[in-house]
């Protein structure tokens, strides 16, 4: 009879331990980029559904604007020969909108011409936006503090300055007129300090359509808007609207190749997950009178 016992030896416990530690750990690292692809999928599901949001609200506003032409404005607004020509060749597109742009340190970089805060003017509501830059994770707006507004109401002036995206009734569009008038420049991006329309006076309060919530951090980082094309007939106009909606967290950068999240190397952040940018381009016709 042999006394043989047996079992397994050092090696093929060895081999045996290896061998589950490295399935452990692809199942671990499965896991773990599950996850993360869910939760980018997440983030930018939410930018979608929070920019059609304001898609919708905009073109409504649009849609129930006046089609009075703006061309018009121009000699009732400026006394001015070369204000009053300029705002006629370019389509009275300061009654539309206005910009400023700064320097923003993102990271590691520097971009300069990056919008900062502005102002999207319908002829019924007004829509005036401060950038994601203010708020995003390892981004320094420079030498330009967020945008404020001052308004009339009820006979008492209020002052709204930590905001995203507030929208106001204005069916003169005095927001972008008085924006362009006080810091009169071709290129509408040399205003600066804020929207004082203290002389304005607003029914109801301004509403904020980017709050900061759980789940939800996120701001505009761009808007333009076209002056509005005439029908022959001229009973509507038609708006081209563009604006840049992304989260405020992992290195969002509209300034580069393709308006991405920044790079690893070049932001320093790893919260990655929770970055997404999307552009959002619509038309809208003016129906009202």
Known sequence: MSNRKEGFTLIELSLS????????????????????AYRRGLTLNQINTVGMAVVDDMRAAVQNSSTRSLVNEC???????????????????????????????????????????GAFCTGSYSYIWNSGYFWAEGATVQNANKAYVAYNQNGVVKTRTDFRLLKIRDDSRYVCELAFKSNYNYNFNGFSGGFNISSMTIAGDPVELLENKEGNDMAIYDLSATAPAVSVNEDNMFYFVSFILGTTRGGANIKANGKSCAAPED????????CAINKFNFAAQANGG
């Open 75 to 117: 000699s009732m607004v400026y006394t001015d020969n070369t204000m009053r020509t300029n705002c006629i060749n370019s389509g009275a597109a300061n009654f539309v909108s206005v910009k400023r742009t700064a320097t923003v340190k993102i990271g590691n970089k520097e971009e300069k011409n990056v919008p900062v805060f």
């Open 267 to 274: 932001s320093g952040l790893e919260d990655f997950d929770y």
């Open 17 to 36: 331990i290896v061998f589950i530690a490295l399935l452990s750990l692809s199942i671990v690292v499965t896991i773990l980029n599950t996850v993360s």
